[in-house]
């Protein structure tokens, strides 16, 4: 089957203001995703997520650009697509829900003309036709009322409220692949449960496929399929949720399943040592071997390759889950 989206060795570059130096924000990842499927992209803050999906939809800032690697969409290459033709493609086939609803939503317009602009632009609908669209949308996503909130502005809802709005708009132009980027992390927890469901009933009713991208593996356990960990720029370890979840082999996604709190328990939680690297001057080897308690002299000079465990389980990591040599890398001595 080929699959909906395909990501293939992607590399996307910044530079600095004066253009004296290069970030490599995303380093060469591959992934797949298929009608119905919902991927979680996970990772610490400045990792790489948000970009690959700003890749995907081809809106990175004037100071990046895709240094190689395909992006493959229902067979097409988006990354040889015009301005104009991504603009047909963004909100028609791929369409995208951003973390603070506020950011997305324009105060000076109504829910109203906000929602029927992509069934306007994507679908051709105009007069009645369209009205009866918004308010089957905003009926979707379980706005009350929606023949009279469609009227409103977007100051006179409620956070969860907007966040709901903002997934209307998505699904206006009747895409096959949303990414939702964080979009729960403004909502408080009861919010959040009742906005996930609302996402898991519309992927059900639409077929959508789905890139969720998260830092709280408490969602990707409840939502994703797959899951992709992401490390300075390179997906680390990727495979199902329940592979990962039952016997991780790279040490970051054990240090991330450590650190979620387990009901009951009485043990602390596990932090992370240090921080994560500076994208600009990655550490040689293994970026992860500074933070790695596991590391040995290999981690620190030799980057690792790819490992594979089945058809869809990868690792990128010298032991792979192995018990490491006796002799540690002394992080003090580096």
Not at 12 to 35: C, E, K, M, P
């Amino acid at each position: 089957m080929t699959p909906l989206l395909e990501v293939s060795d992607l590399r996307t570059h910044f530079t600095s203001f004066r253009g004296t130096r290069l970030v490599r924000a995303v380093d060469g990842i591959s992934f797949t995703l298929n009608q119905g499927e919902t991927l979680g992209l996970i990772g610490e803050s400045g990792c790489g997520k948000t970009t690959t999906c700003m890749s995907i939809m081809g809106l990175l800032p004037p100071n990046a650009h895709i240094a190689g690697g395909r992006i493959a969409f229902e067979g097409e290459e988006l990354t040889q697509k015009s301005s104009r033709e991504m603009r047909r493609i963004r909100g028609a086939s791929i369409a995208m829900i951003l973390q603070d609803p506020m950011a997305s939503l324009n105060p000076l317009f109504s829910i109203y003309r906000q929602v029927a602009e992509p069934a306007y632009y994507h679908q051709s609908m105009r007069g009645r036709s369209l009205r009866r669209r918004v308010q089957e949308l905003l009926r979707s996503v379980r706005i009350p009322s929606p023949a009279q909130r469609m009227r409103d502005y977007p100051h006179q809802m409620s956070g969860g409220m907007r966040q709901r709005i903002v997934g209307a708009i998505a699904l206006a132009g009747g895409p096959k692949l949303i990414i939702a980027d964080e979009p729960t992390t403004n909502l408080d927890v009861t919010i959040q449960a009742q906005y996930l469901d609302l996402l898991k009933d519309l992927q059900r009713d639409t077929g959508v496929a789905i890139i969720f991208v998260t830092h709280n593996l408490g969602i990707v356990a409840r939502m994703c399929d797959r899951m992709a960990v992401m490390y300075a720029g390179r997906i680390v370890e990727h495979g199902s949720v329940r592979n990962l979840f039952n016997g991780a082999k790279h040490p970051y996604t054990r240090a991330l399943l450590g650190s979620i709190a387990k009901l009951g328990s009485k043990e602390p939680l596990y932090a992370i040592p240090g921080q994560p690297p500076n994208l600009a001057r990655l550490p040689p080897g293994c970026a992860f071997h500074p933070r790695c308690t596991d590391a040995t002299a290999q981690c620190a000079v030799e980057a690792p390759q790819e490992t594979r465990f089945g058809e869809c389980w990868t690792t990128r990591c010298w032991h792979a889950g192995a018990q490491p040599a006796k002799e540690t890398y002394d992080h003090a001595s580096a």
